[in-house]
T-cell receptor, first 118, second 119 residues
Framework: AQKITQTQPGMFVQEKEAVTLDCTYDTSDPSYGLFWYKQPSSGEMIFLIYQGSYDQQNATEGRYSLNFQKARKSANLVISASQLGDSAMYFCAMREGYPYSSASKIIFGSGTRLSIRP | GAVVSQHPSWVICKSGTSVKIECRSLDFQATTMFWYRQFPKQSLMLMATSNEGSKATYEQGVEKDKFLINHASLTLSTLTVTSAHPEDSSFYIC???????????????FGQGTRLTVV
């Protein structure tokens, strides 16, 4: 079964508008972490934002914020004031288990291709 | 910030030959490294987890004898694609976890990836 689900294969957004990329996850582990990565055409993985399952507040990093709704198991990425350089693939990812566990690994969703229109 | 270097960035090889991809953590010790495979326009699929000094743990469906992983030191893991075939053509990305730190936020460092083309 899919553990990370991104239902938007592609999105087009006008420059300077805000955009929300959806992510839902499935885990029975009470301790987990959620990540968002950006992958431009060059292929590198750029870390954007992280949310721990026990974090009380939604994570924010500059123009990125994570709308964490634990009961609904969703972790949507919000990009405010989109820019042309935001055009890329975006992946939601999850680490299950205690963050210090040696068995931790990160698994990825299918991704959303975001295209910003000038 | 911590850097993970992956080499080569791209490689073209003939069918039937073997290819080795290196993943190095340049300024930290990595007890664990991860190898992912990404087909065009698809997600990153975890292939295996590599721990220094022990055998790699492969994900279900990944052929151990085809994708040989060696993690001989705290700064180097290698992935060897043996007897490569055109269907092995893909983008391979490594990720390193810094020794002793919680696996949160920025503590998952990725290499720049290797594009393998088998002809």
């Amino acid at each position: 079964a899919q553990k990370i689900t991104q239902t938007q294969p592609g999105m087009f957004v006008q420059e300077k508008e805000a955009v929300t990329l959806d992510c839902t996850y499935d885990t029975s582990d009470p301790s987990y972490g959620l990540f968002w990565y950006k992958q431009p055409s060059s292929g590198e993985m750029i870390f954007l934002i992280y949310q721990g399952s026990y974090d009380q507040q939604n994570a924010t990093e500059g123009r990125y914020s994570l709308n964490f709704q634990k009961a609904r198991k969703s972790a949507n990425l919000v990009i405010s004031a989109s820019q042309l350089g935001d055009s890329a693939m975006y992946f939601c990812a999850m680490r299950e288990g205690y963050p210090y566990s040696s068995a931790s690994k990160i698994i990825f969703g299918s991704g959303t291709r975001l295209s910003i229109r000038p | 910030g911590a850097v993970v270097s992956q080499h080569p960035s791209w490689v073209i090889c003939k069918s039937g030959t073997s290819v080795k991809i290196e993943c190095r953590s340049l300024d930290f010790q990595a007890t664990t490294m991860f190898w992912y495979r990404q087909f065009p326009k698809q997600s990153l699929m975890l292939m295996a987890t590599s721990n220094e000094g022990s055998k790699a743990t492969y994900e279900q469906g990944v052929e151990k004898d085809k994708f040989l992983i060696n993690h001989a030191s705290l700064t180097l893991s290698t992935l060897t694609v043996t007897s490569a075939h055109p269907e092995d053509s893909s983008f391979y990305i490594c990720s390193a976890r810094r020794q002793g730190l919680a696996f949160v936020g920025t503590e998952a460092f990725f290499g720049q990836g290797t594009r393998l083309t088998v002809v």
